[in-house]
């Protein structure tokens, strides 16, 4: 049952759909980074917009890191002691350099950034 509720909301994670044409895709990294950076610097959310736009952050980093531990080979191999600020600050620096995928799926985008920080070792 938890692999079930974990690979289903993973699957919702990577599926969103966009809003119409002409407005800002809410799963793409320009949607979801402005939550990811006021994770990082601890900012205490004073609205329900900000608040959850942080729990959305993390929520979608989480879903990703358990989904690879159920998968065999995982794609990365996160360390056990890793923090959720950890995980997020990985995904934000490699969101930073590479500017131009801005309007990517911030999903797409974080799992790359997982896997490039905590390849696992053959």
């Excluded at 407005?23 to 994770?39: H, L, N, Q, V, Y």
């Excluded at 191999?77 to 959720?84: M, Q, S």
């Excluded at 997020?88 to 911030?106: A, L, T, W």
Aim: a negative charge.
């Amino acid at each position: 049952m938890r692999t079930f509720i974990i690979s289903a909301s993973l699957v919702l994670a990577l599926t969103q759909v966009g809003l119409a044409e002409g407005k800002e895709d809410s799963s793409s990294a320009d949607a979801i980074m402005p939550g990811c950076r006021a994770f990082v610097k601890g900012e205490l959310s004073s609205s329900y917009i900000e608040g959850y736009m942080q729990g959305e952050c993390v929520g979608i980093i989480r879903g990703l890191v358990d989904a690879a531990y159920l998968q065999r080979p995982s794609p990365f191999c996160v360390p056990d002691d890793a923090t959720n600020g950890q995980m997020v600050r990985v995904v934000v620096n490699y969101i930073d350099r590479h500017p131009e995928k801005m309007h990517r799926s911030f999903s797409y985008l974080a799992y790359d950034a997982l896997k490039e920080a905590w390849p696992c070792k053959s």
